[in-house]
T-cell receptor, first 114, second 109 residues
């Protein structure tokens, strides 16, 4: 148990559906991250939030929409996804967004787009 | 862009042997971190080494850092079947943690 909880653990959705991934941390961290992990590819950093403000958006398609209502919660809203978006989506948090300390990861949401 | 890149991509050893994985990075860092991931799960932090350190130990783990070569290595001594996992390095820069594709380690009982 890392203190970062992601729900759901598994999600199957059609290309026309709208769904949301949730991440919650009770570590008092200021920074939260979304990563995408596809087979045989490096982890892709998608979004970074620091004190609820989005500080990085690494050219992620608009069909992925993040939301950070407070420092403890992070959402990833999904709509009109493509089959190539099927992947493991990982949330992480850290104390500060400057890479001076370790990142704590959730268990991930395995997303399948059909 | 990819800041941490691990080598080899896959490694298979017998239980009890040592496993060595390498990491190269591109830009200046203030620390380098190693993580472990069991299949289909989240990453777990193993060890952090700061740029002014050359070597660090944690249990059966030994990490070295060579900032002149922009490289690091992770040594797992006396490996166990439970060490089977993927291992990633991350060289945080600024606001971001970037990871590579990892080294997939298989320890055969």
């Amino acid at each position: 148990e890392t203190g970062v909880t992601q729900t759901p653990r598994h999600l199957v959705m059609g290309m026309t559906n709208k769904k949301s991934l949730k991440c919650e941390q009770h570590l008092g961290h200021n920074a939260m991250y979304w990563y995408k992990q596809s087979a045989k590819k490096p982890l892709e950093l998608m979004f970074v939030y620091n004190f609820k403000e989005q500080t990085e958006n690494n050219s992620v398609p608009s069909r992925f929409s993040p939301e950070c209502p407070n420092s403890s919660h992070l959402f990833l809203h999904l709509h009109t996804l493509q089959p190539e978006d099927s992947a493991l989506y990982l949330c992480a948090s850290s104390q500060g967004a400057w890479g001076n300390t370790e990142a704590f990861f959730g268990q991930g949401t395995r997303l399948t787009v059909v | 862009s990819q800041q941490g890149e691990e080598d080899p991509q896959a490694l298979s050893i017998q239980e009890g042997e040592n496993a060595t994985m390498n990491c190269s990075y591109k830009t200046s860092i203030n620390n380098l971190q190693w993580y472990r991931q069991n299949s289909g799960r989240g990453l777990v932090h193993l060890i952090l080494i700061r740029s002014n350190e050359r070597e660090k130990h944690s249990g059966r783990l030994r990490v070295t850092l060579d900032t002149s070569k922009k490289s690091s290595s992770l040594l797992i001594t006396a490996s166990r079947a439970a060490d089977t996992a993927s291992y990633f390095c991350a060289a945080p820069t600024g606001n971001q943690f970037y990871f590579g594709t990892g080294t997939s380690l298989t320890v055969i009982p």
